[in-house]
């Protein structure tokens, strides 16, 4: 095919799989009825479900039990594998000359047959705008969002539109506590400010991460802003901080009408 | 069949420390001199630096705004002339006082007052720092505060991560009202004239010395059904003496109801040691005599009973949707 080199990190049958211009091209998507409905009404045809994984292994690194410190390593490694998951699957998108991606899940599992072994995943529906503008990001590059298809049409409806799913990752260390440090607490109703500001530290990284992508892709802001904190395998003195959000532009004004109040009598 | 045709694509760099990888992001540690620097900044009643930061960078738009509300509540915010500020949280890790062996305190009645009094102060340290950085944010409130509340042992964990906001056309007062409900909660209830003021917490840990009648029920394999009537009786109080608490928390806050409320409740055996009586003596407890051990200490049977309820404490301001008048009015008043 033509466009091998061109995507250089998709595989041959994926490429098959997303061939626009051939004969038998049918879409495929992950969206429910509900969503497809909306993402058309907002002006946007599905072209196909995209999907990226990257099987990582995650380097070692020692920590000293006694100190509050950064995994960098770490922090480095689940960065990077996200990122990578990310990449091919924009390149998926890329392939079917897409405006961007809509309901990105990423996903990280953790393999039973290796134990510094981690499997992440990007899926997502890649869609195109219908009157042939372009979306795409300043980058040239496909936007991404985790919105659901719903949320999608209200964004496009207020006038802002999705520029890229925007992350930081922080894994930390909590120091252990000395025993002489411990017997001095133990009598005493205390905050423990050891532990306290290491959790703002890996909070205000992972925060601070994802602030300077989203800067980095000129948006305004970011929406629906998650954080996780997960100890995947490391044991409960290692954190990890993700921060994950879509980073959004405006880009016309809002047309939606003022909202009514309806209370459902199920509920 | 080639599948990955990436045989000649090399493996991405190893990353190891100091490697740059994200481009622009951030990779850099926080020295342990200002790790020392964050730490007495909290003990001092302040926020670490870095939220300051920041704060200071989102305000002013040379960072972009970061905000917990999903799209609709977005679009439900512009209903209600709100415009979001940006990310604000709190945390707290707080120890609660135990002796030697790790063993909590109770009080005269057999409470674990300290437990109780930790978690009501974990809560007041979090939502002070996000307060703090609210009011950093010059925020009239914070709405969509999602709390984490959690004990592992004796160490308690507060956290709240929540969207600081502004009304359009209202006076900042000395009230920074923290809202645990979700943006299109806090919509409906401004279409009806209601204001979330706070996160209300109602706790108690009672501890219940029990004879063995008592025990015998529950530990026993055979015999009838058959009701531990005072474990529940007890357990009925432990319950009015939290949801009191958790009424006269959300009056502090000038609320006039608690909407929304979420109950955890937790039952378990365990056993209270007495000191300080004369051995060869009796203690009476429930229909049983037990007898101080030559140290002056005797352990007896006990439940553990542990309510634990929580809402979002909402005032009322007015019979119509929220006026900004009446939202001044009330960030205003006087407590």
């Given at each position: 095919m033509s466009e091998d080199s061109r995507f250089p990190d998709v595989p041959q049958d994926a490429l098959a799989r997303l061939d626009v211009t051939s004969e038998s091209f049918v879409f495929t998507s992950d969206l429910s009825v509900n969503e497809f409905v909306l993402v058309e009404q907002a002006g946007f045809e599905p072209l196909g479900l995209v999907m990226g994984s990257s099987i990582y292994h995650i380097g070692y690194q020692a920590s000293n039990w006694r100190k509050n410190q950064e995994m960098t390593v770490l922090s480095q490694a689940m960065y990077n594998a996200r990122e990578l998951a990310m990449t091919r699957m924009e390149e998926e998108a890329d392939a079917l000359k897409a405006d961007g991606i809509v309901g990105v899940r990423l996903e990280v599992k953790h393999a039973e047959w290796g134990e510094h072994l981690a499997e992440f995943v990007a899926v997502g529906t890649a869609v195109r705008a219908k009157d042939g503008t372009s979306h795409r990001t300043e980058k040239g590059k496909p936007f991404t969002s985790d919105?659901?298809?719903?949320?999608?049409?209200?964004?496009?409806?207020?006038?802002?539109?999705?520029v890229s799913l925007v992350m930081g990752s922080c894994v930390y260390h909590v120091a252990h506590q000395g025993v002489a440090q411990t017997l001095r607490q133990m009598g005493q109703n205390t905050e423990l400010t050891i532990f306290t500001q290491a959790l703002y530290d890996a909070r205000e990284l992972a925060m601070e991460r994802m602030q300077t992508e989203a800067a980095d892709s000129k948006a305004k802001g970011v929406v629906g802003v998650h954080l996780e904190e997960n100890s995947h395998r490391w044991g409960s003195h290692v954190i990890e901080f993700f921060a994950v959000g879509t980073a959004v532009v405006p880009f016309r004004q809002s047309s939606l009408s003022a909202p009514q109040l309806t209370l459902p009598l199920n509920d | 069949?080639?599948?990955?045709?990436?045989?000649?694509?090399?493996?991405?760099?190893?990353?190891?420390?100091?490697?740059?990888?994200?481009?622009?992001?951030?990779?850099?540690?926080?020295?342990?001199?200002?790790?020392?620097?964050?730490?007495?900044?909290?003990?001092?009643?302040?926020?670490?630096?870095?939220?300051?930061?920041?704060?200071?960078?989102?305000?002013?738009?040379?960072?972009?705004?970061?905000?917990?509300?999903?799209?609709?509540?977005?679009?439900?915010?512009?209903?209600?002339?709100?415009?979001p500020l940006g990310h604000v949280t709190g945390s707290a890790y707080y120890h609660v006082a135990t002796d030697a062996r790790g063993r909590e305190f109770l009080d005269g009645d057999s409470n674990a007052s300290n437990l109780i009094r930790g978690y009501y102060q974990s809560r007041d340290l979090a939502v002070g720092r996000l307060i703090q950085e609210a009011r950093g944010a010059q925020a009239h409130a914070v709405i969509d505060a999602q709390f984490k509340v959690?004990?592992?042992?004796?160490?308690?964990?507060?956290?709240?991560?929540?969207?600081?906001?502004?009304?359009?056309?209202?006076?900042?007062?000395?009230?920074?009202?923290?809202?645990?409900?979700?943006?299109?909660?806090?919509?409906?209830?401004?279409?009806?004239?209601?204001?979330?003021?706070?996160?209300?917490l109602g706790y108690h840990w009672h501890v219940m010395p029990v004879?063995?009648?008592?025990?015998?029920?529950?530990?026993?394999?055979?015999?009838?059904?058959?009701?531990?009537?005072?474990?529940?009786?007890?357990?009925?109080?432990?319950?009015?003496?939290?949801?009191?608490?958790?009424?006269?928390?959300?009056?502090?806050?000038?609320?006039?109801?608690?909407?929304?409320?979420?109950?955890?409740?937790?039952?378990?055996?365990?056993?209270?040691?007495?000191?300080?009586?004369?051995?060869?003596?009796?203690?009476?407890?429930?229909?049983?005599?037990?007898?101080?051990?030559?140290?002056?200490?005797?352990?007896?049977?006990?439940?553990?009973?542990?309510?634990?309820?929580?809402?979002?404490?909402?005032?009322?301001?007015?019979?119509?949707?929220?006026?900004p008048d009446a939202i001044s009015h009330a960030l205003n008043a006087s407590p």
């Open positions: 919105l659901s298809g719903q949320d999608f049409w209200m964004l496009i409806q207020t006038g802002y539109r999705p | 069949m080639n599948w990955f045709r990436r045989s000649n694509a090399p493996n991405p760099p190893r990353v190891s420390e100091g490697t740059k990888v994200p481009e622009g992001a951030v990779y850099h540690e926080i020295s342990p001199e200002d790790q020392e620097a964050d730490r007495d900044a909290l003990e001092r009643g302040e926020l670490p630096n870095r939220v300051q930061q920041r704060l200071a960078a989102t305000s002013t738009g040379d960072r972009p705004w970061l905000s917990t509300l999903e799209i609709h509540d977005l679009f439900l915010a512009e209903g209600l002339q709100i415009v959690a004990r592992q042992e004796r160490v308690i964990e507060v956290s709240v991560v929540g969207t600081a906001i502004q009304w359009q056309g209202v006076r900042a007062g000395a009230k920074i009202p923290v809202s645990p409900l979700s943006g299109e909660e806090f919509f409906k209830l401004a279409q009806v004239g209601w204001m979330p003021v706070g996160f209300a004879g063995y009648r008592t025990r015998q029920i529950s530990t026993s394999s055979y015999g009838q059904n058959q009701e531990l009537t005072g474990v529940s009786q007890r357990f009925s109080l432990t319950r009015e003496v939290a949801t009191r608490m958790l009424r006269r928390d959300a009056a502090a806050m000038g609320a006039h109801g608690v909407a929304g409320v979420r109950i955890d409740t937790h039952i378990e055996e365990t056993e209270i040691m007495y000191t300080g009586g004369f051995p060869g003596q009796y203690l009476r407890i429930d229909n049983t005599n037990y007898l101080y051990e030559e140290n002056g200490v005797v352990e007896v049977p006990a439940f553990n009973l542990e309510f634990y309820a929580t809402g979002a404490a909402i005032r009322k301001l007015s019979s119509g949707p929220l006026s």
